[in-house]
């Protein structure tokens, strides 16, 4: 049974930083690229930041570089969102995500609760 729990959401000024982690169990980790995906009220849902699979490289939106990191532990079947100079338009229900690749289509694609993430002073 594939779980997730994610935590460090919460209540932040602008400016400020927060971690996100999110724990994951019933597959194999190390084979899943694994990302943060965040959605606002009235918005879509959009990528954040990726782990992938295979040499750990990562991807980041356009909006978060130079401020998100995104790392994984596979030791600790954990991926970490550090979130530095948050901003207002960064609050958002943040989503753990864990995708399977064969042959460049998505062959697993799972998905945690989310947890959410609020930028005002």
């Known amino acids: 049974q594939v779980q997730f729990v994610e935590s460090g959401g919460d209540l932040v000024q602008p400016g400020g930083s927060l971690r996100l982690s999110c724990a994951a169990s019933?597959?194999?980790?190390?084979?899943?690229?694994m990302s943060w995906y965040r959605q606002a009220p009235g918005k879509d849902r959009t990528l954040v930041a990726r782990?992938?699979?295979?040499?750990?490289?990562?991807i980041y939106g356009e909006a978060v570089k130079g401020r998100f990191t995104i790392s994984r532990d596979n030791a600790k079947n954990t991926v970490y969102l550090q979130m530095n100079s948050l901003k207002s338009e960064d609050t958002a229900m943040y989503y753990c995500?864990?995708?399977?690749?064969?042959?460049?289509?998505?062959?697993?694609?799972?998905w945690g609760q989310g947890i959410q993430v609020t930028v005002s002073s």
């Open positions: 782990a992938n699979a295979v040499g750990g490289s990562t």
């Open positions: 995500n864990a995708k399977n690749f064969q042959n460049g289509f998505v062959r697993y694609d799972y």
């Open positions: 019933g597959f194999t980790f190390s084979s899943f690229a």
